[in-house]
């Protein structure tokens, strides 16, 4: 979202945004530095008519409203529902259709709301095939008013970026002959935390350097701090909260990891680690398989699968040739198809679409 607000051209676009202050890594200053009008909207926490009266008066000023996420995408139809005849038109980009893979009754609550919504909304955006493809297995739109923008990041932020491995590692504490293993994603329960830190402590039975890093925040990490010191592994796991260095974290690992329960887009760290020539270890599940090669950019393991995950870590930390090649395809992989501007382009041509049909 912000890449695509500050990205646009603003010669065909006049872009503003709408979001929480959830002391995420997209802030206000983001927009204000580019001059992007930003609005905040208390949305992150509970339902709010203030809210939803806020984002109708600004659902009333323009031609295209774009809803990111399941939340935003209620009070941004709800809002623009309101204005009948003089709505926008509505497009919702879903970061990982979640829906489908809650308990009951809690699913069909989640798929009624958008079964009811869906008629206002003029096109999905899947961020990856699989997503699109369950959008349409639960009725969610019709198949030409679906499609698919993978996401895409600034590539060149990931390469030969500076100051080096072991500046870093040193401010961290982490020996400079540490083989690394990086995750970086928000610790929610859409993250599988439990394989991987099981998985880990195999590891390190068999490399005894192996150091796990963790970027990132969000509030299973006091249980991640609990399962951690179970595991007795807490001189070789640091967990850094979130950083703006991303491009240095990278530069400074090994090896990327990111484990995941079952529902996931397109994760645009996976992306990153791609671009920053990292061999990528993850979870087969959503997009990550259209980025994640197996075998060519990385290794993929089934869901909560322990020892294939350990085996797969083991693999690349036995080969450092091999995931030095992953690393290289997976580089030149994201040159090719998740660059932020390829992103962009696609993004703004619905725009232009759904205002000139």
């Known amino acids: 979202m912000r890449d695509l607000a500050l990205g646009l051209d603003p010669g065909r676009f006049a872009v503003q945004v709408a979001m929480p202050e959830d002391d995420g890594n997209v802030r206000q200053e983001d927009f204000e530095a580019a001059d992007v009008p930003f609005h905040r909207v208390d949305i992150a926490s509970g339902f709010s008519l203030a809210a939803l009266r806020q984002i109708r008066c600004l659902a009333a000023e323009v031609d295209i409203l774009h809803v990111h996420g399941a939340r935003a995408a209620l009070f941004g139809r709800l809002a623009a529902a309101s204005l009948g005849r003089r709505r926008p038109r509505i497009v919702y980009t879903i970061h990982g259709f979640a829906a489908p893979h809650y308990p009951q009754p809690r699913r069909g609550l989640l798929l009624t709301v958008e079964h009811t919504l869906a008629p206002l909304t003029d096109r999905f955006i899947a961020v990856c095939h699989a997503e699109r493809e369950e959008l349409l297995a639960v009725g969610l739109g019709q198949p030409e008013r679906v499609g698919v923008v993978w996401n895409g990041i600034h590539v060149g932020h990931f390469r030969d970026v500076q100051p080096g491995r072991v500046a870093w590692r040193d401010a961290q504490g982490i020996s400079p002959d540490a083989l690394l293993l990086t995750t970086v994603c928000r610790l929610h329960k859409s993250r599988d935390f439990n394989t991987l830190l099981r998985a880990f402590q195999s590891v390190t039975g068999a490399c005894p350097v192996a150091h796990l890093l963790v970027v990132g925040d969000g509030p299973l990490r006091p249980q991640v701090e609990q399962q951690i010191s179970a595991l007795s592994l807490a001189p070789q796991v640091t967990l850094v909260g979130w950083r703006d260095d991303l491009p240095t974290i990278y530069a400074a690992s090994d090896i990327y990891v990111l484990t995941t329960w079952g529902w996931e887009g397109l994760p645009l760290t996976v992306l990153e680690a791609m671009a920053a020539g990292l061999p990528v270890v993850a979870t087969a599940a959503g997009g990550i ?27 690349l930390i036995e080969h450092p040739a091999q995931g030095q090649a992953m690393g290289d395809a997976g580089r030149a992989s994201a040159e090719r198809h998740f660059t932020s501007e390829r992103m962009m382009d696609e993004t703004a041509a619905i725009y232009a679409e759904l205002i000139n049909p």
Not at 303 to 312: E, F, G, I, K, S
């Open 289 to 315: 398989p259209e980025a994640v090669v197996d075998g060519e950019t990385g290794l993929l393991v089934a869901h909560q699968d322990v020892d294939a995950l350990t085996r797969a870590l083991c693999t």
